[in-house]
């Protein structure tokens, strides 16, 4: 009896121990035909119901699975394949690549439903500007005002973002905005990406995100680019206005197994529409180089350099063009311009520490400089010698990012917790505002000084998975250090500050079925001030926060259609305002903003694609009176729409609008700034390995004004200052013909 006793615990706990090692989790790895591995498959089990996506890397973890069951494994853009689990350790699932269709997006498989969207765009209807790498964020719009060198002006819900005060953007990991920059706080230059190079646009609205710290008000864009190519190619440009582009694109290790390099090169020159030449040009080089270990760490090492040089005829005044002074392309002060560089150093690190527990990490290092000349107001300060500006700065930047990602069970529920820290300090020596002449001569240094400033930052971030609903309770730690030396001051001395700040976000989906998940998302983020302001001010507003909240909609009513829509409110305790001719960032108070998001995505058949965008928004100024509450360029309603051709025998190409209402350009909404629509086509055709077609810019020949301001100024032979419509003219019909040639 005891025998028999000792056998049967015996055997349970057998049974125990075999369905712990053989039911439980389960591993594996998903890459494409080339044997590169692909992130974010979702992989179902469909015995036991059980779900995983897979990792960086391409692995996977997935719970209660065991040899016979059955599992599907997915990716928008590749083959659903299903397989069935042997008793191996580990399984490598193989997806081949095929044309995308809406059809197979499931929304509940998503990791990021809105992010998938744009990968959707990005493949339907490719890149090939830096100007159009933003507009692939829906509801963003972008305007270049100064020749083409400088970083473009960005709208984004209901906000004249400037440079990019209220948008946090970042590329593998780098931060693009610049803090306390000689032009404006948050200053966002892009132009150092290739836009071929760009394998994933990762974004977000709201201050909701834990891993987004400063600047993250009105939303984040993350760029990440590819690790591989799939060939080698050659891209020649030739367009009007003297305007030549040429892009290569280099594998440099075709084939190796576990290791990929390619480099990038890009070389563009154009005069622009202007009368006086814009004689821009600006060279891009980019390398990378990943390598896959055993242990399925992976390492990348991208290095890349900038530089761009533009001359700029500047924001003209409507009476110049009124009167017939100057035409619409015409100049006050042909002498505008400027050039800069960068050059970045990144080191991306991951490593599956064990099955439920990832590391990704990344250390980098950017050299950065930066010289533009600028004539706002041309005669009011000085009508002697006019009023330019030269503003400059010479900065390096160091940082790290570092992320733990660990999945685990509270009882049935699934919990995925990420905790990480970062650092980024920025050494911006000779920060200058000078008062200057043609471009030759420098009359008065307004500012000059050195910026050394310290972020700090830790969060952390829970998301309980319930089944069909999950929340995400998140909390984000911000420490700042700004020292000031002013180089025009007689004595020595280091002016600092010193702020923290907490930050607690709060996010919850409902999937209530396959195809429909409703959302709702709130949270507190913040800017920070330039530094030189912030020591000024003896530590008052140094970080204001902003408080927003969204409730929110992604449907797929049909297996072609996608439709997401959003109802949002987000309130700032305080705008910034730069005034660049006198070097200060101007607080303007409390501000409110409201609205609606809607997109679409539409496939018509196998080989047209119809998306759209709009935001309807009402932003003012809580503060002050009606009717002088508004905000000076805030748009309220925005639209972009477009058909794609892709996968039609050798053809693609796509039409796109893009209308932006008219604005209000002060606070009385007294001078308002004039809206447009702007329509773009492009047509290529494939022939074997040469890849022929042609773009139009403008394809009506609208007359358009593409960055608009309110501004007080006065002309050589006015006695009185004038304040209206300043205005940089977009582009008018511009044809441009490429030829790409793959091996």
């Known amino acids: 009896m005891k025998l028999k006793m ?20 389960f591993s594996g790895k998903v890459v494409n035909d080339k044997n590169q591995p692909l992130e974010a498959a979702y992989i179902y089990n469909l015995n036991s119901k059980s779900h995983a996506h897979s990792a960086i890397n391409g692995t996977f973890t997935i719970d209660n699975t065991k040899a016979g069951d059955s599992l599907r494994v997915g990716l928008l853009g590749y083959k659903t394949q299903t397989l069935y689990v042997k008793n191996e350790e580990k399984l490598q699932v193989v997806l081949a690549e095929k044309a995308f269709e809406l059809k197979e997006l499931v929304i509940s498989e998503e990791i990021n439903a809105l992010t998938t969207k744009v990968k959707l765009d990005l493949q339907t209807n490719p890149v090939n500007s830096s100007q159009e790498i933003l507009r692939k964020v829906p509801g963003l719009f972008i305007g270049q005002h100064a020749g083409g060198g ?15 005060t209220d948008v946090s953007i970042s590329v593998d990991g780098i931060p693009v905005n610049m803090v306390s ?20 646009i990762d974004f977000g609205k709201g201050g909701y995100y834990a891993d987004q710290g400063d ?11 590819k690790e591989y190519l799939n060939e080698s190619s050659i891209n020649v440009s030739v367009g009007q206005f003297n305007t030549v582009r040429t892009v290569g694109l280099f594998d440099l290790l075709e084939k190796k197994k576990n290791q990929n390099a390619y480099m990038a090169v890009e070389y563009i020159e154009t005069d622009g529409p202007f009368e006086a030449p ?40 409507q009476r110049a063009v009124d009167d017939g002074s100057i035409s619409r392309f015409g ?65 390096n930047i160091f940082g790290a990012n570092a992320a733990v990602d660990y999945t685990s069970f509270l009882g049935d529920v699934e919990l995925d917790v990420t905790a990480g820290l970062g650092l980024r300090h920025d050494v911006n020596d000779d920060v200058e505002l000078s008062k200057t002449r043609n471009r030759r001569e420098t009359l008065e240094n307004i500012q000059l000084g050195d910026i050394n400033q310290t972020n700090m930052n830790a969060f952390v971030e829970a998301t309980f998975d319930f089944g069909k609903f999950k929340i995400s309770p998140a909390l984000r730690l911000d420490y700042f250090n700004f020292l000031y030396n002013d180089q025009l001051q007689p004595t020595f001395e280091t002016q600092s500050e010193r702020k923290a700040i907490i930050s607690p976000k709060l996010n919850l989906f409902y999937n209530a079925n396959d195809n429909l998940q409703l959302y709702a998302k709130s949270g507190l983020g913040f800017h920070s001030n330039d530094a030189r302001v912030v020591v000024s001010n003896e530590g008052r507003d140094i970080l204001p926060r902003s408080y927003g909240t969204d409730l929110g909609v992604i449907w797929k009513p049909t297996p072609d259609l996608l439709i997401n829509t959003a109802a949002w409110y987000l309130f700032l305790e305080q705008e910034f305002v730069y005034v660049g001719d006198a070097g200060i960032v101007e607080p303007s108070g409390k501000t409110e903003r409201y609205g609606l998001d809607l997109g679409l995505r539409y496939q018509i058949n196998n080989w047209l694609f119809f998306d759209s965008d709009a935001t309807i928004t009402k932003a003012r100024a809580i503060e002050e009176n009606d009717g002088e509450d508004f905000i000076p360029l805030a748009p309220d309603f925005t639209l972009t729409s477009g058909l794609s051709i892709n996968n039609l025998g050798n053809f693609s190409g796509g039409l796109r609008v893009r209308y932006l209402d008219d604005r209000p350009a002060n606070e009385d909404n007294s001078i308002v700034a004039e809206g447009y629509v702007v329509t773009d086509f492009n047509l290529n055709y494939k022939l074997n390995k040469i890849t022929i077609g042609f773009a139009i810019e403008n394809l009506f020949d609208v007359e358009w004004n593409e960055t608009q301001f309110a501004t007080e100024s006065r002309l050589q032979n006015e006695v009185n200052p004038v304040e209206e419509i300043h205005f940089t003219p977009g582009t008018q019909f511009f044809l441009k013909g490429n030829i790409t040639y793959r091996f």
């Open 278 to 317: 814009q004689s821009f040009n600006r060279l891009n080089l980019f390398g990378k180089y990943t390598a896959y270990a055993d242990d399925n760490s992976k390492v990348s090492l991208t290095a890349s350099h900038f530089t761009s040089r533009w001359d700029a005829s500047g924001q003209i005044p």
């Open 150 to 164: 400088k970083a473009e002006q960005i709208f984004l819900r209901g906000f004249d973002i400037d440079h990019g």
């Open 181 to 200: 920059h000689a032009h404006g706080q948050g200053y966002s230059d892009l132009h150092f990406i290739i836009p071929e190079t760009i394998n994933k």
């Open 331 to 395: 100049a006050i002060d042909a002498t505008e311009g400027g050039e800069t560089s960068r050059t970045n150093v990144n080191v991306e690190f991951f490593k599956a520490i064990d099955s439920r527990t990832n590391l990704t990490a990344n250390a980098f290092y950017s050299q950065y400089a930066f010289e533009l000349y600028s004539n706002f107001t041309f005669f009011l300060e000085d009508p002697i010698n006019g009023d330019q500006i030269r503003q400059k700065e010479d900065r």
């Open 6 to 25: 000792n056998q049967k615990l015996v055997l349970i706990i057998s049974l125990i121990i075999f369905n712990f090692t053989n039911a439980q989790i």
């Open 215 to 225: 600047f993250n008000t009105a939303g984040y864009v993350d760029f990440s680019t």
